[in-house]
């Protein structure tokens, strides 16, 4: 059955090619996405982003944007947040404040407007590459004899004391 969908953050590129499958599938899709020059440069509008798309241009923590686009939906889909690995060390607050202030503003709205499932996703450009390259990092040893799990294994290097 179609549903009405938001994507926030949608005119990103995971954002923009899930707007295309849930057309295809014949959901109506709304995007609230801020369009931060960085990313989109200083269009209006992506020019892949589907025109059959709603498109709300707004920040994420912006309180009456969001309760505007969770108005009618079904479900959401939360990919909104700051990018770029490396400027997320030096513009910590501006970085935190959308990712985690925005996700609160967001599911403070809806509780106000309920929807049917919220699904929240991200790439390396918000839960980082995986790789602490600390040099504490590097030469700390792991706590037990229990194998790390393998998300954990494949992003730290685990050494034993004096460096091996």
Same mark, same amino acid.
């Given at each position: 059955?179609?549903?009405?969908? %938001? /994507? +926030?953050?949608?005119?990103? *590129?995971?954002?923009?090619?899930?707007?295309?499958? %849930?057309?295809?599938? !014949?959901?109506?899709?709304?995007?609230?996405?801020?369009?931060?020059?960085?990313?989109?440069?200083?269009?209006?509008?992506?020019? $892949? %982003?589907?025109?059959?798309?709603?498109?709300?241009?707004?920040?994420?923590?912006? &309180?009456?944007?969001?309760?505007?686009?969770?108005? &009618?939906? $079904? @479900?959401?889909?939360?990919?909104?947040?700051?990018? !770029?690995? !490396?400027? @997320?060390?030096?513009?910590?607050?501006?970085?935190? @404040?959308?990712?985690?202030? !925005?996700?609160?503003?967001? *599911?403070?709205? %809806? /509780?106000?407007?309920?929807?049917?499932?919220?699904? +929240?996703?991200?790439?390396?450009? /918000?839960?980082?590459?995986? *790789?602490?390259?600390?040099?504490?990092?590097?030469?700390?040893?792991?706590?037990?004899?229990?194998?790390?799990?393998?998300?954990?294994?494949?992003? /730290?290097?685990?050494?034993?004391?004096?460096?091996?």
């Amino acid at each position: 059955m179609p549903e009405n969908i %938001l /994507i +926030t953050g949608g005119a990103g *590129f995971i954002g923009r090619a899930v707007c295309r499958e %849930l057309l295809k599938r !014949g959901h109506q899709v709304r995007v609230l996405d801020s369009l931060i020059e960085q990313v989109h440069g200083d269009r209006e509008r992506p020019e $892949d %982003l589907p025109q059959d798309v709603e498109l709300i241009r707004a920040d994420v923590r912006n &309180g009456d944007a969001v309760a505007k686009a969770v108005k &009618g939906v $079904d @479900s959401v889909i939360h990919l909104a947040a700051e990018v !770029g690995v !490396g400027q @997320s060390m030096y513009a910590v607050e501006r970085y935190t @404040s959308v990712n985690d202030v !925005g996700t609160a503003v967001l *599911f403070e709205k %809806l /509780i106000d407007k309920p929807v049917r499932r919220v699904v +929240t996703a991200s790439s390396m450009s /918000i839960y980082g590459e995986g *790789f602490i390259s600390m040099p504490a990092a590097r030469s700390c040893r792991r706590p037990s004899a229990r194998p790390a799990p393998a998300r954990i294994r494949a992003g /730290i290097r685990w050494t034993r004391r004096g460096g091996r």
